[in-house]
Protein backbone atom coordinates (compact mmCIF):
# COMPACT_ATOMS: atom_id res chain seq x y z
CA UNK A 1 0.00 0.00 0.00
CA UNK A 2 1.23 3.39 -1.01
CA UNK A 3 1.80 6.04 1.32
CA UNK A 4 -0.91 8.48 0.47
CA UNK A 5 -3.64 5.77 0.30
CA UNK A 6 -2.73 4.51 3.87
CA UNK A 7 -2.76 8.53 5.42
CA UNK A 8 -6.19 8.87 3.20
CA UNK A 9 -7.38 5.16 4.69
CA UNK A 10 -6.48 6.62 8.52
CA UNK A 11 -8.56 9.91 7.69
CA UNK A 12 -11.40 8.11 6.10
CA UNK A 13 -11.58 5.83 9.45
CA UNK A 14 -11.45 8.37 11.96
CA UNK A 15 -13.66 10.23 9.94
CA UNK A 16 -16.55 7.52 10.34
CA UNK A 17 -15.31 6.96 13.56
CA UNK A 18 -15.35 10.47 15.45
CA UNK A 19 -19.16 10.56 13.51
CA UNK A 20 -20.34 7.66 15.03
CA UNK A 21 -19.04 8.80 18.55
CA UNK A 22 -20.80 12.06 18.07
CA UNK A 23 -18.03 14.11 17.72
CA UNK A 24 -17.25 16.67 15.05
CA UNK A 25 -14.81 14.81 12.27
CA UNK A 26 -13.28 17.03 9.85
CA UNK A 27 -15.81 16.70 7.67
CA UNK A 28 -18.98 15.22 7.16
CA UNK A 29 -18.29 11.31 6.01
CA UNK A 30 -20.09 10.31 3.18
CA UNK A 31 -20.80 6.59 2.63
CA UNK A 32 -21.54 4.77 -0.54
CA UNK A 33 -24.81 2.98 -1.40
CA UNK A 34 -23.65 2.58 -5.17
CA UNK A 35 -25.92 -1.11 -5.59
CA UNK A 36 -26.40 -2.11 -9.20
CA UNK A 37 -25.35 1.43 -10.54
CA UNK A 38 -21.66 0.42 -10.00
CA UNK A 39 -22.64 -2.64 -12.31
CA UNK A 40 -24.26 -0.45 -15.03
CA UNK A 41 -21.75 2.27 -14.09
CA UNK A 42 -18.87 -0.59 -15.02
CA UNK A 43 -20.47 -2.15 -18.03
CA UNK A 44 -21.52 -5.41 -16.57
CA UNK A 45 -25.41 -6.30 -16.60
CA UNK A 46 -26.94 -7.08 -12.88
CA UNK A 47 -26.42 -11.12 -13.77
CA UNK A 48 -22.51 -10.77 -13.74
CA UNK A 49 -22.76 -8.32 -11.00
CA UNK A 50 -24.70 -10.94 -9.00
CA UNK A 51 -22.92 -14.29 -10.29
CA UNK A 52 -19.41 -13.48 -12.30
CA UNK A 53 -16.88 -12.47 -9.02
CA UNK A 54 -13.99 -11.37 -10.51
CA UNK A 55 -16.42 -8.70 -12.84
CA UNK A 56 -18.29 -8.02 -9.69
CA UNK A 57 -14.82 -6.72 -7.92
CA UNK A 58 -13.98 -4.97 -10.83
CA UNK A 59 -17.04 -2.60 -11.29
CA UNK A 60 -16.91 -2.25 -7.17
CA UNK A 61 -13.17 -1.20 -7.37
CA UNK A 62 -13.92 1.41 -10.42
CA UNK A 63 -17.08 2.88 -9.02
CA UNK A 64 -15.31 3.41 -5.35
CA UNK A 65 -11.88 4.45 -7.13
CA UNK A 66 -13.99 6.86 -9.98
CA UNK A 67 -16.64 8.66 -6.95
CA UNK A 68 -14.05 8.30 -3.98
CA UNK A 69 -16.72 8.45 -1.41
CA UNK A 70 -14.93 7.55 2.35
CA UNK A 71 -15.94 3.86 1.57
CA UNK A 72 -15.84 1.30 -1.11
CA UNK A 73 -18.95 -0.64 -1.44
CA UNK A 74 -19.20 -4.66 -0.88
CA UNK A 75 -20.23 -8.02 -2.89
CA UNK A 76 -23.90 -7.65 -3.66
CA UNK A 77 -25.83 -10.32 -2.10
CA UNK A 78 -29.30 -10.88 -0.42
CA UNK A 79 -29.82 -11.58 3.18
CA UNK A 80 -30.06 -15.55 3.89
CA UNK A 81 -30.60 -15.73 7.35
CA UNK A 82 -32.91 -18.82 7.58
CA UNK A 83 -30.11 -20.92 6.85
CA UNK A 84 -27.64 -19.51 9.59
CA UNK A 85 -30.23 -19.67 12.16
CA UNK A 86 -31.11 -23.04 11.54
CA UNK A 87 -27.41 -24.31 12.47
CA UNK A 88 -26.54 -22.23 15.31
CA UNK A 89 -24.96 -24.26 17.90
CA UNK A 90 -24.51 -27.41 15.52
CA UNK A 91 -20.75 -26.43 14.80
CA UNK A 92 -18.54 -23.53 16.27
CA UNK A 93 -19.33 -20.72 13.46
CA UNK A 94 -21.94 -19.28 11.86
CA UNK A 95 -23.51 -20.33 8.63
CA UNK A 96 -23.25 -18.13 5.90
CA UNK A 97 -26.35 -15.58 5.70
CA UNK A 98 -25.95 -14.32 2.39
CA UNK A 99 -27.55 -15.71 -1.33
CA UNK A 100 -25.28 -14.44 -4.43
CA UNK A 101 -26.30 -15.68 -8.09
CA UNK A 102 -24.23 -18.98 -7.80
CA UNK A 103 -25.60 -20.05 -3.72
CA UNK A 104 -28.99 -19.00 -5.00
CA UNK A 105 -28.91 -21.82 -8.08
CA UNK A 106 -27.06 -24.23 -5.53
CA UNK A 107 -30.31 -23.93 -3.23
CA UNK A 108 -32.85 -23.09 -5.23
CA UNK A 109 -33.86 -20.08 -2.92
CA UNK A 110 -38.03 -20.14 -3.61
CA UNK A 111 -37.94 -16.28 -1.86
CA UNK A 112 -35.58 -14.52 -4.23
CA UNK A 113 -36.15 -14.58 -7.90
CA UNK A 114 -32.59 -13.51 -9.59
CA UNK A 115 -31.94 -11.87 -12.82
CA UNK A 116 -30.37 -14.38 -15.95
CA UNK A 117 -32.39 -16.99 -13.96
CA UNK A 118 -36.23 -15.91 -13.03
CA UNK A 119 -35.71 -12.82 -14.07
CA UNK A 120 -34.28 -10.58 -17.24
CA UNK A 121 -29.99 -10.31 -17.50
CA UNK A 122 -30.38 -6.40 -16.34
CA UNK A 123 -33.06 -6.72 -13.28
CA UNK A 124 -32.18 -6.59 -9.75
CA UNK A 125 -32.70 -9.38 -7.82
CA UNK A 126 -36.10 -9.44 -5.83
CA UNK A 127 -37.40 -10.73 -2.40
CA UNK A 128 -40.63 -12.81 -2.85
CA UNK A 129 -41.77 -12.67 0.71
CA UNK A 130 -44.23 -16.77 1.24
CA UNK A 131 -45.94 -17.99 3.80
CA UNK A 132 -43.24 -20.88 5.02
CA UNK A 133 -45.44 -21.09 8.19
CA UNK A 134 -48.85 -21.19 8.36
CA UNK A 135 -50.72 -19.36 10.79
CA UNK A 136 -51.62 -22.57 13.17
CA UNK A 137 -47.99 -23.60 13.23
CA UNK A 138 -47.12 -20.78 15.99
CA UNK A 139 -47.24 -23.32 18.55
CA UNK A 140 -44.69 -26.17 16.76
CA UNK A 141 -42.21 -22.75 15.92
CA UNK A 142 -42.52 -21.24 19.75
CA UNK A 143 -41.76 -24.90 21.40
CA UNK A 144 -38.88 -25.56 19.27
CA UNK A 145 -37.40 -22.41 16.61
CA UNK A 146 -34.89 -23.73 15.73
CA UNK A 147 -36.05 -27.41 14.76
CA UNK A 148 -38.83 -25.84 13.17
CA UNK A 149 -36.33 -23.45 10.54
CA UNK A 150 -34.66 -26.50 10.20
CA UNK A 151 -37.05 -29.28 9.71
CA UNK A 152 -39.65 -26.91 8.02
CA UNK A 153 -38.54 -23.71 6.77
CA UNK A 154 -35.65 -24.94 5.32
CA UNK A 155 -37.59 -27.50 3.24
CA UNK A 156 -40.33 -25.55 2.43
CA UNK A 157 -38.22 -22.42 1.39
CA UNK A 158 -34.97 -24.16 -0.53
CA UNK A 159 -35.89 -26.22 -3.64
CA UNK A 160 -33.23 -28.26 -3.34
CA UNK A 161 -33.51 -29.25 0.55
CA UNK A 162 -36.97 -30.43 -0.33
CA UNK A 163 -36.33 -33.69 0.73
CA UNK A 164 -34.09 -33.81 3.24
CA UNK A 165 -31.60 -36.38 3.32
CA UNK A 166 -32.07 -37.14 0.01
CA UNK A 167 -28.89 -37.32 -2.14
CA UNK A 168 -29.58 -33.65 -4.40
CA UNK A 169 -30.34 -32.11 -0.61
CA UNK A 170 -27.18 -33.13 0.63
CA UNK A 171 -25.02 -32.48 -2.23
CA UNK A 172 -26.77 -29.00 -2.67
CA UNK A 173 -25.17 -28.42 0.76
CA UNK A 174 -22.10 -30.05 -0.02
CA UNK A 175 -21.92 -27.40 -3.15
CA UNK A 176 -23.29 -24.76 -1.13
CA UNK A 177 -19.92 -25.30 1.90
CA UNK A 178 -17.67 -25.10 -1.87
CA UNK A 179 -19.09 -21.96 -2.65
CA UNK A 180 -19.27 -19.99 0.08
CA UNK A 181 -15.54 -20.60 0.58
CA UNK A 182 -14.97 -19.11 -3.30
CA UNK A 183 -17.60 -16.23 -2.30
CA UNK A 184 -16.01 -14.91 1.28
CA UNK A 185 -12.33 -15.48 -0.45
CA UNK A 186 -14.09 -13.12 -3.41
CA UNK A 187 -15.48 -10.45 -0.38
CA UNK A 188 -11.78 -10.97 1.22
CA UNK A 189 -9.86 -10.01 -1.56
CA UNK A 190 -12.26 -7.03 -2.86
CA UNK A 191 -12.10 -5.64 0.76
CA UNK A 192 -8.21 -6.25 0.99
CA UNK A 193 -8.17 -4.18 -2.67
CA UNK A 194 -10.27 -1.11 -1.60
CA UNK A 195 -8.43 -0.62 1.46
CA UNK A 196 -5.18 -0.70 -0.60
CA UNK A 197 -6.97 2.16 -2.22
CA UNK A 198 -7.91 4.08 0.94
CA UNK A 199 -11.58 3.47 1.54
CA UNK A 200 -12.87 2.65 5.06
CA UNK A 201 -14.99 -0.22 5.77
CA UNK A 202 -18.24 1.18 7.66
CA UNK A 203 -20.85 -2.43 8.20
CA UNK A 204 -19.79 -5.81 9.19
CA UNK A 205 -21.90 -8.58 9.49
CA UNK A 206 -25.85 -8.47 10.27
CA UNK A 207 -28.58 -8.99 12.91
CA UNK A 208 -31.99 -8.93 13.07
CA UNK A 209 -35.21 -7.94 14.55
CA UNK A 210 -36.96 -10.86 16.03
CA UNK A 211 -40.63 -10.11 14.54
CA UNK A 212 -39.10 -9.11 11.37
CA UNK A 213 -37.83 -12.61 10.69
CA UNK A 214 -41.23 -14.05 11.14
CA UNK A 215 -42.64 -11.66 9.02
CA UNK A 216 -39.75 -11.99 6.44
CA UNK A 217 -39.15 -15.43 6.01
CA UNK A 218 -41.72 -17.50 7.51
CA UNK A 219 -45.41 -15.57 7.63
CA UNK A 220 -45.03 -12.76 5.03
CA UNK A 221 -45.30 -9.27 6.22
CA UNK A 222 -48.94 -8.83 5.28
CA UNK A 223 -49.65 -12.11 7.24
CA UNK A 224 -47.77 -11.13 10.60
CA UNK A 225 -49.28 -7.78 10.97
CA UNK A 226 -52.88 -9.35 10.64
CA UNK A 227 -51.62 -12.06 13.39
CA UNK A 228 -51.33 -9.07 15.55
CA UNK A 229 -54.84 -8.47 15.46
CA UNK A 230 -55.74 -12.17 15.39
CA UNK A 231 -54.06 -13.97 17.64
CA UNK A 232 -51.83 -11.45 19.26
CA UNK A 233 -50.30 -13.89 22.14
CA UNK A 234 -48.61 -15.95 19.32
CA UNK A 235 -47.29 -12.88 17.36
CA UNK A 236 -45.78 -12.16 21.23
CA UNK A 237 -44.30 -15.75 22.19
CA UNK A 238 -42.83 -16.19 18.19
CA UNK A 239 -40.91 -12.98 19.21
CA UNK A 240 -39.52 -14.40 22.21
CA UNK A 241 -38.53 -17.59 20.67
CA UNK A 242 -36.89 -15.79 18.00
CA UNK A 243 -35.24 -13.21 20.27
CA UNK A 244 -33.27 -16.20 22.19
CA UNK A 245 -31.40 -17.33 18.41
CA UNK A 246 -30.81 -14.03 17.11
CA UNK A 247 -29.19 -13.37 20.82
CA UNK A 248 -27.08 -16.46 20.06
CA UNK A 249 -25.99 -15.96 17.11
CA UNK A 250 -24.80 -12.67 17.90
CA UNK A 251 -22.59 -13.96 21.21
CA UNK A 252 -21.15 -16.45 18.47
CA UNK A 253 -20.43 -13.68 15.84
CA UNK A 254 -18.58 -11.65 18.73
CA UNK A 255 -16.08 -14.05 19.08
CA UNK A 256 -14.79 -13.29 15.97
CA UNK A 257 -15.34 -9.58 16.00
CA UNK A 258 -13.32 -7.21 17.29
CA UNK A 259 -14.59 -3.98 19.53
CA UNK A 260 -16.34 -1.68 17.30
CA UNK A 261 -17.10 -3.80 14.79
CA UNK A 262 -20.37 -2.27 13.49
CA UNK A 263 -23.32 -4.94 12.55
CA UNK A 264 -26.21 -3.69 10.14
CA UNK A 265 -30.01 -4.31 11.42
CA UNK A 266 -32.67 -3.97 8.98
CA UNK A 267 -35.71 -3.16 9.75
CA UNK A 268 -38.86 -3.61 8.17
CA UNK A 269 -42.11 -4.26 9.77
CA UNK A 270 -41.05 -0.65 11.95
CA UNK A 271 -43.23 1.65 9.21
CA UNK A 272 -46.57 -0.29 9.47
CA UNK A 273 -46.69 -0.79 13.09
CA UNK A 274 -48.56 2.48 15.16
CA UNK A 275 -46.54 3.62 18.05
CA UNK A 276 -48.96 1.10 20.41
CA UNK A 277 -48.16 -1.37 18.44
CA UNK A 278 -44.67 -1.04 17.66
CA UNK A 279 -43.89 -0.57 21.62
CA UNK A 280 -46.09 -4.01 22.25
CA UNK A 281 -45.09 -6.51 19.43
CA UNK A 282 -41.65 -4.98 17.63
CA UNK A 283 -39.77 -3.12 20.09
CA UNK A 284 -38.90 -5.07 23.27
CA UNK A 285 -37.44 -8.23 21.72
CA UNK A 286 -35.31 -5.50 19.19
CA UNK A 287 -33.95 -3.74 21.70
CA UNK A 288 -33.01 -6.79 23.65
CA UNK A 289 -31.10 -8.11 20.34
CA UNK A 290 -29.32 -4.45 20.57
CA UNK A 291 -28.48 -4.34 24.21
CA UNK A 292 -26.91 -7.54 23.67
CA UNK A 293 -25.00 -6.54 20.94
CA UNK A 294 -23.79 -3.18 22.58
CA UNK A 295 -22.39 -5.75 25.71
CA UNK A 296 -20.91 -7.25 23.22
CA UNK A 297 -18.52 -4.20 22.47
CA UNK A 298 -20.70 -4.23 18.51
CA UNK A 299 -21.98 -1.17 17.41
CA UNK A 300 -25.22 -1.87 15.60
CA UNK A 301 -26.32 0.16 12.68
CA UNK A 302 -30.01 0.04 12.98
CA UNK A 303 -31.48 0.94 9.15
CA UNK A 304 -35.30 2.49 10.27
CA UNK A 305 -36.57 1.58 6.96
CA UNK A 306 -39.26 4.12 5.62
CA UNK A 307 -40.89 6.22 7.77
CA UNK A 308 -40.10 6.45 11.25
CA UNK A 309 -40.92 9.81 12.76
CA UNK A 310 -43.84 7.94 14.80
CA UNK A 311 -41.10 5.96 16.70
CA UNK A 312 -38.26 7.94 16.94
CA UNK A 313 -38.50 8.53 20.49
CA UNK A 314 -37.92 4.65 21.37
CA UNK A 315 -34.23 5.29 20.31
CA UNK A 316 -33.66 7.06 23.55
CA UNK A 317 -34.06 4.31 25.70
CA UNK A 318 -31.12 3.11 24.00
CA UNK A 319 -27.32 3.34 25.61
CA UNK A 320 -26.13 6.97 24.26
CA UNK A 321 -23.11 6.90 21.97
CA UNK A 322 -23.43 2.98 21.64
CA UNK A 323 -25.83 3.09 18.07
CA UNK A 324 -26.13 4.36 14.45
CA UNK A 325 -29.51 5.05 13.63
CA UNK A 326 -29.68 4.95 9.34
CA UNK A 327 -33.00 6.40 8.40
CA UNK A 328 -34.83 6.63 4.72
CA UNK A 329 -37.96 8.90 4.83
CA UNK A 330 -37.80 9.89 8.22
CA UNK A 331 -37.62 13.64 8.74
CA UNK A 332 -33.90 13.80 9.24
CA UNK A 333 -34.25 17.48 10.99
CA UNK A 334 -36.63 16.55 13.18
CA UNK A 335 -34.32 12.82 13.97
CA UNK A 336 -31.32 15.65 14.90
CA UNK A 337 -33.32 17.71 17.00
CA UNK A 338 -34.96 14.53 18.30
CA UNK A 339 -32.03 11.90 18.99
CA UNK A 340 -28.89 13.60 17.70
CA UNK A 341 -27.13 13.96 20.70
CA UNK A 342 -27.90 10.28 21.45
CA UNK A 343 -27.13 8.00 18.46
CA UNK A 344 -24.90 8.68 15.03
CA UNK A 345 -27.63 9.68 12.23
CA UNK A 346 -26.84 8.03 8.87
CA UNK A 347 -28.93 9.41 6.17
CA UNK A 348 -28.97 11.26 2.76
CA UNK A 349 -31.27 11.95 -0.82
CA UNK A 350 -33.81 9.82 -1.70
CA UNK A 351 -32.96 7.20 -4.92
CA UNK A 352 -35.26 9.87 -7.76
CA UNK A 353 -32.32 12.66 -6.65
CA UNK A 354 -29.76 11.21 -8.73
CA UNK A 355 -31.85 11.18 -11.48
CA UNK A 356 -31.87 15.36 -12.01
CA UNK A 357 -29.12 17.37 -12.01
CA UNK A 358 -25.76 18.58 -10.11
CA UNK A 359 -27.29 21.34 -9.42
CA UNK A 360 -30.02 19.83 -7.54
CA UNK A 361 -27.80 17.25 -5.87
CA UNK A 362 -25.59 20.46 -4.75
CA UNK A 363 -28.70 22.45 -3.53
CA UNK A 364 -29.98 19.24 -1.66
CA UNK A 365 -26.56 18.60 0.37
CA UNK A 366 -26.61 22.31 1.39
CA UNK A 367 -30.03 22.82 2.56
CA UNK A 368 -29.62 19.12 4.48
CA UNK A 369 -26.44 19.96 6.23
CA UNK A 370 -27.68 23.58 7.74
CA UNK A 371 -30.35 21.37 9.34
CA UNK A 372 -27.99 18.27 10.63
CA UNK A 373 -24.49 19.08 10.17
CA UNK A 374 -23.96 21.21 13.12
CA UNK A 375 -21.94 19.37 16.70
CA UNK A 376 -21.24 16.47 14.31
CA UNK A 377 -22.83 12.92 14.75
CA UNK A 378 -23.94 12.66 11.29
CA UNK A 379 -23.15 10.47 8.19
CA UNK A 380 -24.16 11.45 5.05
CA UNK A 381 -25.49 8.40 2.68
CA UNK A 382 -28.20 7.34 0.54
CA UNK A 383 -30.23 5.54 2.87
CA UNK A 384 -31.55 2.67 -0.09
CA UNK A 385 -28.77 2.00 -2.77
CA UNK A 386 -29.16 4.40 -5.61
CA UNK A 387 -30.78 3.78 -8.55
CA UNK A 388 -29.10 1.50 -11.35
CA UNK A 389 -29.94 4.35 -14.41
CA UNK A 390 -28.51 7.39 -11.76
CA UNK A 391 -26.27 9.83 -13.95
CA UNK A 392 -22.29 9.92 -12.92
CA UNK A 393 -22.38 13.44 -12.62
CA UNK A 394 -24.93 13.42 -9.78
CA UNK A 395 -23.09 10.88 -7.99
CA UNK A 396 -19.80 12.89 -8.67
CA UNK A 397 -21.93 15.83 -7.48
CA UNK A 398 -22.88 14.35 -4.05
CA UNK A 399 -19.40 14.37 -2.96
CA UNK A 400 -18.01 17.65 -4.73
CA UNK A 401 -21.11 18.99 -2.31
CA UNK A 402 -19.89 17.26 0.58
CA UNK A 403 -16.74 18.78 0.21
CA UNK A 404 -18.06 21.59 -0.65
CA UNK A 405 -20.49 22.31 2.74
CA UNK A 406 -19.29 19.48 4.96
CA UNK A 407 -16.11 20.84 6.54
CA UNK A 408 -15.93 21.51 9.97
CA UNK B 1 -80.66 -4.82 16.05
CA UNK B 2 -77.53 -3.59 14.96
CA UNK B 3 -77.24 -0.40 13.45
CA UNK B 4 -74.89 1.56 11.42
CA UNK B 5 -72.96 3.13 13.95
CA UNK B 6 -72.40 -0.29 15.23
CA UNK B 7 -70.73 -1.46 11.77
CA UNK B 8 -68.61 1.84 11.39
CA UNK B 9 -67.46 1.52 15.22
CA UNK B 10 -67.02 -2.30 14.91
CA UNK B 11 -64.52 -0.96 11.67
CA UNK B 12 -62.91 1.61 13.64
CA UNK B 13 -61.81 -0.72 16.44
CA UNK B 14 -60.38 -3.02 13.68
CA UNK B 15 -62.50 -6.03 15.11
CA UNK B 16 -62.85 -8.43 12.63
CA UNK B 17 -65.31 -10.81 14.67
CA UNK B 18 -67.68 -7.82 15.46
CA UNK B 19 -68.07 -6.49 12.39
CA UNK B 20 -68.31 -10.26 10.28
CA UNK B 21 -70.92 -10.85 12.69
CA UNK B 22 -72.86 -7.59 12.50
CA UNK B 23 -72.85 -8.38 8.65
CA UNK B 24 -74.37 -11.72 9.57
CA UNK B 25 -77.32 -10.53 11.78
CA UNK B 26 -78.28 -7.76 9.23
CA UNK B 27 -78.48 -10.33 6.05
CA UNK B 28 -79.87 -12.37 8.47
CA UNK B 29 -82.92 -10.09 9.67
CA UNK B 30 -83.48 -9.44 5.98
CA UNK B 31 -81.89 -5.92 5.82
CA UNK B 32 -81.48 -4.51 2.15
CA UNK B 33 -77.86 -5.98 1.14
CA UNK B 34 -77.12 -2.49 -0.79
CA UNK B 35 -77.98 -0.77 2.58
CA UNK B 36 -75.13 -2.86 4.57
CA UNK B 37 -72.84 -2.37 2.12
CA UNK B 38 -73.06 1.36 2.21
CA UNK B 39 -72.56 0.69 5.60
CA UNK B 40 -69.42 -0.90 5.87
CA UNK B 41 -68.38 1.59 3.31
CA UNK B 42 -68.40 4.37 5.81
CA UNK B 43 -66.85 2.11 8.47
CA UNK B 44 -63.70 1.80 5.52
CA UNK B 45 -64.32 5.86 4.78
CA UNK B 46 -63.89 5.90 8.30
CA UNK B 47 -60.69 4.51 8.76
CA UNK B 48 -59.09 5.75 5.99
CA UNK B 49 -59.77 9.52 7.71
CA UNK B 50 -58.10 8.38 10.56
CA UNK B 51 -55.01 7.25 8.57
CA UNK B 52 -54.93 10.25 6.26
CA UNK B 53 -54.69 12.12 9.98
CA UNK B 54 -52.36 9.86 11.22
CA UNK B 55 -54.16 8.25 14.04
CA UNK B 56 -53.92 5.12 12.01
CA UNK B 57 -50.98 3.69 10.35
CA UNK B 58 -50.77 0.93 7.86
CA UNK B 59 -51.11 -1.75 9.80
CA UNK B 60 -54.73 -0.57 10.58
CA UNK B 61 -54.89 0.16 6.86
CA UNK B 62 -54.10 -3.66 6.04
CA UNK B 63 -56.59 -4.98 8.83
CA UNK B 64 -59.25 -2.94 7.57
CA UNK B 65 -58.43 -3.78 3.94
CA UNK B 66 -58.94 -7.22 5.00
CA UNK B 67 -61.70 -6.92 6.96
CA UNK B 68 -63.92 -4.94 3.62
CA UNK B 69 -62.67 -7.84 1.88
CA UNK B 70 -64.12 -10.34 4.04
CA UNK B 71 -67.68 -8.68 4.37
CA UNK B 72 -67.87 -7.60 0.65
CA UNK B 73 -67.45 -11.30 0.07
CA UNK B 74 -70.15 -12.34 2.43
CA UNK B 75 -72.39 -9.61 1.12
CA UNK B 76 -71.84 -10.41 -2.66
CA UNK B 77 -74.48 -13.53 -2.96
CA UNK B 78 -77.31 -11.68 -1.67
CA UNK B 79 -77.30 -9.03 -4.23
CA UNK B 80 -79.65 -9.39 -7.37
CA UNK B 81 -79.59 -6.49 -8.79
CA UNK B 82 -76.84 -4.29 -10.28
CA UNK B 83 -75.03 -2.43 -8.93
CA UNK B 84 -75.32 1.51 -8.54
CA UNK B 85 -73.44 3.28 -11.89
CA UNK B 86 -69.62 3.35 -10.94
CA UNK B 87 -67.90 6.84 -10.05
CA UNK B 88 -65.32 5.72 -12.61
CA UNK B 89 -62.90 2.90 -14.17
CA UNK B 90 -59.39 2.38 -12.54
CA UNK B 91 -56.85 -0.11 -14.11
CA UNK B 92 -54.44 -0.49 -11.48
CA UNK B 93 -51.09 -2.88 -11.16
CA UNK B 94 -48.01 -3.32 -9.48
CA UNK B 95 -45.50 -2.60 -12.59
CA UNK B 96 -42.67 -4.74 -13.73
CA UNK B 97 -40.24 -5.89 -11.46
CA UNK B 98 -41.64 -5.20 -8.14
CA UNK B 99 -44.00 -8.03 -6.89
CA UNK B 100 -45.25 -5.86 -3.30
CA UNK B 101 -49.21 -5.46 -3.59
CA UNK B 102 -49.61 -4.13 0.14
CA UNK B 103 -49.77 -0.26 -0.98
CA UNK B 104 -52.17 -1.20 -3.90
CA UNK B 105 -54.72 -3.18 -2.31
CA UNK B 106 -55.04 -0.92 0.17
CA UNK B 107 -55.84 1.28 -2.10
CA UNK B 108 -58.14 -0.31 -4.43
CA UNK B 109 -59.96 -0.93 -1.02
CA UNK B 110 -60.81 2.85 -0.83
CA UNK B 111 -61.19 3.28 -4.29
CA UNK B 112 -63.67 1.00 -4.28
CA UNK B 113 -65.94 2.45 -1.16
CA UNK B 114 -65.26 5.58 -3.30
CA UNK B 115 -67.34 3.81 -5.79
CA UNK B 116 -64.77 3.39 -8.61
CA UNK B 117 -64.72 0.35 -10.96
CA UNK B 118 -61.53 -0.79 -10.32
CA UNK B 119 -59.79 -3.62 -12.51
CA UNK B 120 -56.51 -5.07 -10.97
CA UNK B 121 -53.74 -6.22 -12.95
CA UNK B 122 -51.60 -8.04 -9.90
CA UNK B 123 -48.55 -7.78 -9.35
CA UNK B 124 -45.00 -7.25 -11.53
CA UNK B 125 -47.22 -6.07 -14.79
CA UNK B 126 -45.32 -5.42 -18.17
CA UNK B 127 -45.81 -2.21 -19.95
CA UNK B 128 -47.75 -4.37 -22.63
CA UNK B 129 -50.58 -5.38 -20.45
CA UNK B 130 -51.34 -2.17 -19.18
CA UNK B 131 -51.57 -0.84 -22.48
CA UNK B 132 -53.53 -3.71 -24.07
CA UNK B 133 -55.77 -3.46 -20.53
CA UNK B 134 -56.38 0.41 -21.35
CA UNK B 135 -57.49 -0.46 -25.18
CA UNK B 136 -59.47 -3.34 -23.63
CA UNK B 137 -61.40 -1.35 -20.62
CA UNK B 138 -60.96 2.45 -21.80
CA UNK B 139 -60.33 3.22 -17.87
CA UNK B 140 -60.60 7.28 -16.39
CA UNK B 141 -57.45 6.23 -14.69
CA UNK B 142 -54.55 4.02 -14.76
CA UNK B 143 -53.31 3.26 -11.22
CA UNK B 144 -49.73 2.26 -11.12
CA UNK B 145 -47.68 1.19 -7.29
CA UNK B 146 -44.80 0.61 -6.87
CA UNK B 147 -42.44 -0.34 -3.68
CA UNK B 148 -39.10 -0.27 -4.85
CA UNK B 149 -36.83 2.11 -5.57
CA UNK B 150 -35.14 0.61 -8.39
CA UNK B 151 -38.90 0.42 -9.82
CA UNK B 152 -38.52 4.48 -10.80
CA UNK B 153 -37.07 3.14 -14.36
CA UNK B 154 -40.17 0.60 -14.71
CA UNK B 155 -42.97 3.12 -13.76
CA UNK B 156 -41.29 5.41 -16.42
CA UNK B 157 -40.84 2.85 -18.70
CA UNK B 158 -44.83 1.57 -18.78
CA UNK B 159 -45.67 5.31 -19.07
CA UNK B 160 -43.75 5.83 -22.03
CA UNK B 161 -45.07 2.79 -23.38
CA UNK B 162 -48.91 4.08 -23.27
CA UNK B 163 -47.50 7.44 -25.01
CA UNK B 164 -46.16 5.37 -27.83
CA UNK B 165 -49.69 3.19 -28.07
CA UNK B 166 -50.91 6.58 -28.60
CA UNK B 167 -53.13 6.52 -25.43
CA UNK B 168 -51.69 9.07 -23.33
CA UNK B 169 -54.59 11.39 -24.07
CA UNK B 170 -57.22 8.82 -23.42
CA UNK B 171 -56.71 8.35 -19.69
CA UNK B 172 -55.78 10.06 -16.47
CA UNK B 173 -52.40 8.44 -14.87
CA UNK B 174 -51.46 8.00 -11.22
CA UNK B 175 -48.63 6.32 -9.30
CA UNK B 176 -48.11 5.52 -6.09
CA UNK B 177 -45.64 4.21 -3.76
CA UNK B 178 -43.78 4.36 -0.28
CA UNK B 179 -40.52 5.59 -2.33
CA UNK B 180 -42.04 7.97 -4.42
CA UNK B 181 -41.80 12.06 -4.32
CA UNK B 182 -41.14 15.05 -6.43
CA UNK B 183 -37.90 14.17 -7.68
CA UNK B 184 -39.15 10.35 -9.26
CA UNK B 185 -42.76 12.32 -10.27
CA UNK B 186 -40.81 14.77 -12.13
CA UNK B 187 -38.97 12.15 -14.36
CA UNK B 188 -41.54 9.58 -14.70
CA UNK B 189 -44.38 12.29 -15.55
CA UNK B 190 -47.50 11.03 -14.47
CA UNK B 191 -50.35 13.64 -13.79
CA UNK B 192 -50.62 12.75 -10.14
CA UNK B 193 -48.12 10.52 -7.47
CA UNK B 194 -48.31 10.01 -3.96
CA UNK B 195 -47.25 7.73 -1.02
CA UNK B 196 -50.14 7.82 0.56
CA UNK B 197 -53.44 5.65 -0.31
CA UNK B 198 -56.02 7.87 1.22
CA UNK B 199 -54.56 11.36 -0.71
CA UNK B 200 -54.33 8.98 -3.62
CA UNK B 201 -58.15 8.01 -3.51
CA UNK B 202 -58.85 12.25 -3.27
CA UNK B 203 -56.24 12.90 -6.04
CA UNK B 204 -58.37 10.29 -8.62
CA UNK B 205 -61.29 12.25 -7.95
CA UNK B 206 -60.21 15.51 -8.38
CA UNK B 207 -58.73 13.76 -11.83
CA UNK B 208 -62.31 12.71 -12.63
CA UNK B 209 -64.02 16.27 -12.24
CA UNK B 210 -60.87 17.87 -14.33
CA UNK B 211 -61.61 15.47 -16.98
CA UNK B 212 -65.27 16.54 -16.55
CA UNK B 213 -64.20 20.35 -17.09
CA UNK B 214 -62.34 19.31 -20.23
Not at chain 1, 10 to 23: C, E, M, T
Not at chain 1, 203 to 224: C, H, Q, W
Not at chain 1, 372 to 399: C, D, R, T, W, Y
Request: hydrophobic letters at 40%.
Amino acid sequence: MSEDFEELYKQRKDRISRAVQLKEPDRVPLIESYGYFAARYAGITSYEFLYDYDKAQEAVVKTAIDFGYDTGGAMYSLGALPLTLAFIGEYDGLAPSFVNGPIHDILGVRYARFPGRELPIDSPFQFIGEEYMKADEYDQFIDDPKRFIAEKLLPRSLRSLEKPCSAKAMSALYRWGIEYRRSVDASLMLRQKLRDYGFAGFTEGMSYAPLDFIGDFMRDLKNVLLDCYRQPDKVKQAAEAMKGIIIEMARISARSSPPGTIQFIPLHLNEYFSPKQYKEFYWPTLKEVINELIRLGIIPEIFYEGQHNAHLETILELPKGKTISRFEKTDLSKAKRLIGEHSCIVGGPPASLFLTTPAKVDSYVKDLFDEVKQGGGFILSPAVPIPPSSKPENVKALMDAVKKYGVY
Amino acid sequence: MPTQDNIIDAFLNLDESATRQLVKSMLDAGVNPVKIMEECRKGMLAVGERFERYEFFLSDMIMAAEIFKEVTEQIRPYFSGSASEARGKVVIGTVEGDIHDIGKNIFTALLEVEGFDVIDLGVDVPPSRFVDAIRAHSPNIVGMSCLLSTSIEDMKKTVDAIAEAGLRDKTRIIIGGGRLERNAAEYIKPDAYTDNASQGVKMCIELMRSKENE
